[in-house]
Nanobody
Framework: QVQLVESGGGLVPAGGFLRPSCKASLPTFSAYTLGWFRQAPGSELEFVAAMKRHNSNPYYANAVKGRFTMSRDNAKATAYLQMNSLSANDTAVYFC???????????????????WGQGTQVTVSS
């Protein structure tokens, strides 16, 4: 059974940082595209970042480019999202997602991902 488990969220002051992680139980972790999405209260799921399979370069939403860094450790079957210079606008539940094969134009499309975690809450106090 495929499982994605996020952790590492929390409450931080504006300007702070967090590093959520996503531990996956996938048969061949390196063969999966991984994505991070977030959902603020009253809003839809929003694309944050993604990495295609086999450790390609990450893709980022404009809202987080230059502040967030996505990485993956295939040996540990874990993805990370280093989030710096956080602001209140970053407050949301952060989800990781996985799919075996996505083209670049589909990386930000939630319906294209087959597997999702339960999310981790990130709250930034202003």
């Amino acid at each position: 059974q495929v499982q994605l488990v996020e952790s590492g969220g929390g409450l931080v002051p504006a300007g702070g940082f967090l590093r959520p992680s996503c531990k996956a139980s996938l048969p061949t972790f390196s063969a999966y595209t991984l994505g991070w999405f977030r959902q603020a209260p009253g809003s839809e799921l929003e694309f944050v970042a993604a990495m295609k399979r086999h450790n390609s370069n990450p893709y980022y939403a404009n809202a987080v480019k230059g502040r967030f860094t996505m990485s993956r450790d295939n040996a540990k079957a874990t993805a990370y999202l280093q989030m710096n210079s956080l602001s209140a606008n970053d407050t949301a539940v952060y989800f990781c997602a996985a799919d075996q094969q996505l083209i670049t134009s589909a990386l930000g499309v939630t319906s294209q991902y087959d597997y999702w975690g339960q999310g981790t809450q990130v709250t930034v106090s202003s």
